[in-house]
């Protein structure tokens, strides 16, 4: 029953969904997506944070697979990997899952129980 | 069923089950039955009460938020870094119990519960799945 859930749930969701969890990360990755390639400088600038405050966020989001970095020069640029968030997709679905056995457990037991 | 909104994460589960919404409002609630279908608990039927779901995995941290005896139940379901709610809805039919759960992340009128803890799943997900429609 227990082990369920260690399906469901594994290391990677965990590492996605903190990676996800802090807004101004979340809001960094989000501006990635939607215009595409940006320098560090670049996305410094609109953060609302410090250089090595986006460093980082952007660190942190590349071991988990949502950016890909790119040096050029000096300067590094990001990218985001829209394909690492296909876990979270998951998630609903395997979640899903879950509840339908949860809810097969529960039907074994109120079979079993007294009135 | 489980389904993406642009509103919120969202997962219903329904089912026919042939016994009373009392005998199931008794398994939902009560700590020992509690463990024979879901985890070990210390839940308690009262609003505001924390409890832990415990596995050898870890822990599911839950807060009761609505208790209406035999018909809704309702807490915080916190794990893996994603706050959500799961809420039980228990309808009696001629044969039974329409049983009902959904399990929905971030919805603006629940904030107050989750103090400092203003996720923005809500956004994130709507965001998300404009990125996805573009990426075909």
Not at chain 1, 6 to 30: G, K, N, Y
Not at chain 2, 18 to 30: D, G, N, V
Not at chain 2, 75 to 101: I, K, N
Request: hydrophobic share 40%; net charge negative.
């Amino acid at each position: 029953m227990t082990n369920r859930l260690l399906i469901v749930m594994p290391d990677l969701h965990d590492i996605l969904f903190r990676s996800l969890a802090d807004p101004t990360r979340r809001a960094i990755f989000e501006r990635l997506c939607r215009e595409g390639e940006q320098t560090v400088g670049a996305l410094t600038a609109q953060a609302g944070v410090s250089q090595p405050a986006v460093s980082k966020h952007l660190g942190v989001l590349k071991q988990a697979g949502l950016v890909r970095d790119r040096h050029e020069g000096r300067q590094t640029h990001y990218s985001a990997q829209l394909g690492a968030l296909a876990p979270l997709i998951d998630w609903t679905s395997q979640m899903a899952g879950f509840w339908q056995s949860r809810f097969d457990d529960l039907e074994d037991l109120l079979k079993r129980m007294d009135q | 069923m489980n389904e993406m909104s642009t509103e919120m994460l969202s997962i219903v589960v329904e089912r026919e089950v042939p016994f009373s919404p009392e005998k199931i409002w008794r398994a939902l609630t009560q700590p020992h039955l509690i463990e024979e279908w879901l985890m070990k608990n210390d839940f308690k039927p009262v609003v505001g009460h924390g409890f832990n779901l415990r596995a050898d995995w870890g822990a599911v941290d839950c807060q009761v938020l609505a208790v209406e005896w035999n018909k809704t139940l309702s807490y915080t379901w916190a794990a893996y870094g994603l706050e959500s709610v799961v809420t039980w809805t228990l309808t009696p039919t001629p044969t039974g119990t329409h049983l009902r759960m959904e399990q929905s992340g971030f919805r603006p009128d629940q904030q107050q519960y989750y103090e400092g803890a203003k996720g923005g799943w809500q956004r994130f997900f709507a965001n998300l799945e404009q990125v996805l429609a573009r990426t075909d």
